[in-house]
């Protein structure tokens, strides 16, 4: 098992900031992709933005480019998600997840292990 811990969601205004953070005290492996996914009522689970153990790749899926930023600290024992420019359509549980591998992944089934999630509210 690899527990993972989210903390960070919260209520925001339209065009406000967020950071999420996801920590894990223990890996599996040494090559490893730590992931962030989200979940709106009635709809599956998406892809937000992934980063690779060694921090030389991520990934980010179309709709959060450019607003959205991955970023590992400590040896990505921690994983932060600095969320800008947030739109009501960002609204969901955020989810952090991990792969083995080194590969940033988008889809759900390529993570092995899942935190509870937080959620991240944008309303006016």
């Known amino acids: 098992q690899v527990p993972l811990v989210e903390s960070g969601g919260g209520l925001v205004h339209p065009g406000g900031s967020l950071s999420l953070s996801c920590t894990t005290s223990?890996?599996?492996?040494?090559?490893?992709?730590l992931g962030w996914f989200r979940q709106a009522p009635g709809k599956e689970r998406e892809f937000v933005a992934a980063?690779?153990?060694?921090?030389?790749?991520?990934a980010y899926a179309d709709s959060v480019k450019g607003r959205f930023t991955i970023s590992g600290v400590s040896a990505l024992s921690t994983v932060s998600l600095q969320m800008n420019s947030l739109r009501p359509e960002d609204t969901a549980v955020y989810f952090c997840?991990?792969?083995?591998?080194?590969?940033?992944?988008?889809?759900?089934?390529?993570?092995?292990?899942w935190g509870q999630g937080t959620q991240v509210t944008v309303s006016s």
């Open positions: 997840a991990y792969k083995a591998g080194n590969i940033p992944a988008t889809r759900v089934s390529s993570y092995s292990y």
């Open positions: 980063i690779s153990g060694n921090g030389a790749s991520t």
């Open positions: 223990r890996r599996t492996s040494r090559s490893y992709v």
